[in-house]
């Protein structure tokens, strides 16, 4: 066997930087960022065990707690909400424990799939997309279950536009397992749709940046309830970088055992303020009309939505894409004419739905003009509704 002399690499020859366009940006993520923070990335760089991070980092995990309604530390992570599935999954359990998984579409599929990947029994309760999971139909499943140790489920499914009742659904968990530890992914709500992770008895939250937090992707936020932290102690699934009982400890000092990204905490920093002086239930209520007048503008347009209307969710709208349409035509057509840029279906629905993102930071007129101009080009394209 000759082995090939290594030859050096040449110059590449790409396309040269363009600008970015500036967007009516309305996928569920990453979400448009007020100019405010964006220009506070572009702060000087600072030591990030110094004094001004560590204020940065007080005052953010600080607010955060208020976000989550925990008085638990809330870890964060240079990560996106992968991530935090992943961070939760290596936190708690230990190879070969029995986990449940409610899973209600892409993202409720992807937890249960790491939690496979790492050695978990993963008994899977799916519900059909478009669905949000039935707290009867949970609780009738886990009494004919052998004894588990977590429940895994996601608080807005971003691929299909569900919120689930988490509130009930954790008191149906709890009534049938006071020990189970539940694990709420919730990406795409917290901080826009209500969820009170102390009240709620729920033992695992987590989220990320570019949702509806008004910041660039990046960074991944994750709390445990005491009953986490105690599971913690004895997990025994491998894990280095995303260990909390470290990130905790640095925690004590307003620092990460890693380096923090330091620019993406300035954005953080200036975001939460931001929603502070909205106030969160403001928040909630925009979200919460938003949503309404979404709906209401997609079904007097004659389009149909994938979730049913009691479960629809607040942050992101999934509709059907009428007959005869090409799903990719109509979105290339309204990034490239309009400027305005929505999501597409995920897995089985891609080319069958599109969805709208309505999260984080937009005005009435930002959403308005989203449906006016989808109106416009549905017709263009020939739907008559
Ligand atoms: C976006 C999202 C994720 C994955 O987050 P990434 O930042 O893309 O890794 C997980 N769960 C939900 C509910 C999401 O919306």
Redesign the pocket.
Known sequence: MTIQAKKSIPVPQVEPRAPIPNQNLRI??PTVVPAEVLEAQAQPMINHRGPEFAAILRRVSTRLQYFFQTESPVLTFP???????ECAVANLFSPGDHVVAITIGA??N??AKIATIYGLNVTRIEFPWGQPADPDVVAERLNELPAYKGVLM??????TGVTNDVKTLAASIRRHNPNALIVV?????LGCIPLEMDQWDVDTVFT?S??GWMTP?GI?MIAGSQRAWEANKTAKMPRFYFDWANTRKKLEQWQHPITSPVSLFYSLDVALEMMLAEGRDAIFERHQRTGNYVRQRARAMGLQLLADHEHASNT?TALLTPEGINTKALLKKLREEDHVVLAGGQEHLEGKIFRVGHLGFFTDTDIAETMDKLEARLHEFGFKG
């Open positions: 569920p993520g990560a996106s909400g992968t991530g935090g599935q993202f409720g992807r937890l996601t608080h807005n499914e971003t691929s992914d919730a990406v795409s709500s990320g570019q949702k992707p991944m992101v």
